[in-house]
């Protein structure tokens, strides 16, 4: 695409790698990485403030004002820049995802792009054997080097988004919202809403009668959600460390320290004899 354009990416570390590429081609070109995650939370309507009061009931978490402050202004940003606009999107992470759809849901038929790295892969050598691996990006551009969207040629597939799809996929997004569930997931048929219960049985899985510390049963969870060819978790640590601690206070696994730490420590509950 000719000219400077506004490139809009679903999380802030995409963006910079976006940035870091845009800056090795020589192009002019400008990113708003998103700072706010719209896979986890109430999103009808997005109001900050009600998104900030949900994480910070169920993720038990501090220090969002900051992270909706910046969300404000990237919405701006995008809402009001007259440069073209093209956005990037991995339907295989769901932070992407809803990102994306709701910015096409704001847009509302008003003219972009897209880039859509979906099915992109990066083909790694193992150090040791030297073979080749290749390798679905599940995380987006979160893992794309800027050597990597350089050399892959990604500035250059930019596809105008049609109004059949766009009308598509705020049909989408449309249904997510008047859902308005706590998560939202990707698979093979797409994105769907999940209830907040929905990561514990993977969880719960890796819980043995040994103590174990909260960062190993979280670790091992995030690795098996990611075992699927599709990524569902942004704010991993806030998510899981969260879950062990309501597992906890509804009785089904005891906890050692603070469990919301990589240290804590939980197993599961003993029944005295």
């Not at 899985?205 to 510390?213: D, E, G, K, L, R």
């Not at 979280?218 to 998510?239: P, R």
């Given at each position: 695409?000719?000219?400077?354009?506004?490139?809009?990416?679903?999380?802030?570390?995409?963006?910079?790698?976006?940035?870091n590429?845009?800056?090795?081609a020589?192009?002019r070109?400008?990113?708003?990485?998103?700072?706010?995650?719209?896979?986890?939370?109430?999103?009808n309507?997005?109001?900050?403030?009600?998104?900030?009061?949900?994480?910070?009931?169920?993720?038990?978490?501090n220090?969002?004002?900051?992270?909706?402050?910046?969300?404000?202004?990237?919405?701006?940003?995008?809402?009001?820049?007259?440069?073209?606009?093209?956005?990037?999107?991995s339907?295989?992470?769901?932070?992407?995802?809803?990102?994306?759809?709701?910015?096409v849901w704001?847009l509302?038929?008003?003219?972009?792009s897209?880039?859509d790295?979906?099915?992109?892969?990066?083909?790694l050598?193992?150090p040791?054997?030297?073979?080749t691996?290749?390798?679905?990006?599940?995380?987006?551009?979160?893992?794309?080097?800027?050597?990597?969207?350089?050399?892959?040629g990604?500035?250059?597939q930019?596809?105008?988004?049609?109004e059949?799809?766009?009308?598509?996929?705020?049909?989408?997004?449309?249904?997510?919202r008047?859902?308005?569930?706590?998560?939202?997931?990707?698979?093979?048929?797409?994105?769907?809403?999940?209830?907040?219960?929905h990561?514990?049985?993977?969880?719960l899985?890796?819980?043995?009668?040994?103590?174990?510390?909260?960062?190993?049963?979280?670790?091992?969870?995030?690795?098996?959600?990611?075992?699927?060819?599709?990524?569902?978790?942004?704010?991993?640590?806030?998510?899981?460390?969260a879950?062990?601690?309501?597992l906890?206070?509804?009785?089904?696994?005891?906890?050692?320290?603070?469990?919301?730490?990589?240290?804590?420590e939980?197993?599961?509950?003993?029944v005295?004899?």
């Amino acid at each position: 695409m000719a000219g400077e354009v506004l490139h809009i990416v679903f999380s802030e570390a995409g963006a910079e790698n976006v940035r870091n590429a845009l800056e090795k081609a020589s192009r002019r070109d400008e990113v708003a990485g998103m700072p706010d995650c719209l896979s986890l939370g109430p999103i009808n309507p997005p109001d900050l403030q009600t998104r900030q009061a949900w994480l910070e009931q169920e993720l038990t978490g501090n220090g969002y004002e900051d992270v909706y402050a910046r969300t404000e202004l990237f919405w701006n940003k995008v809402l009001t820049d007259k440069k073209p606009k093209v956005l990037w999107v991995s339907r295989r992470c769901a932070a992407d995802y809803a990102g994306f759809l709701e910015a096409v849901w704001r847009l509302d038929g008003a003219p972009c792009s897209v880039i859509d790295v979906t099915d992109a892969a990066i083909v790694l050598n193992d150090p040791k054997t030297g073979a080749t691996k290749r390798w679905l990006s599940l995380l987006g551009l979160v893992v794309m080097t800027e050597d990597y969207i350089v050399k892959s040629g990604l500035f250059d597939q930019a596809q105008p988004l049609t109004e059949e799809r766009a009308k598509e996929y705020r049909g989408i997004w449309k249904r997510l919202r008047e859902e308005n569930a706590p998560f939202r997931i990707v698979n093979e048929k797409g994105i769907a809403s999940a209830p907040v219960t929905h990561f514990d049985k993977s969880l719960l899985s890796f819980v043995t009668t040994a103590w174990q510390t909260s960062g190993q049963v979280a670790g091992a969870a995030l690795t098996s959600v990611m075992n699927d060819d599709y990524f569902q978790l942004d704010m991993q640590g806030a998510i899981l460390f969260a879950r062990l601690q309501k597992l906890s206070a509804n009785g089904l696994i005891e906890t050692r320290g603070d469990v919301l730490q990589v240290n804590g420590e939980v197993r599961l509950r003993q029944v005295k004899k």
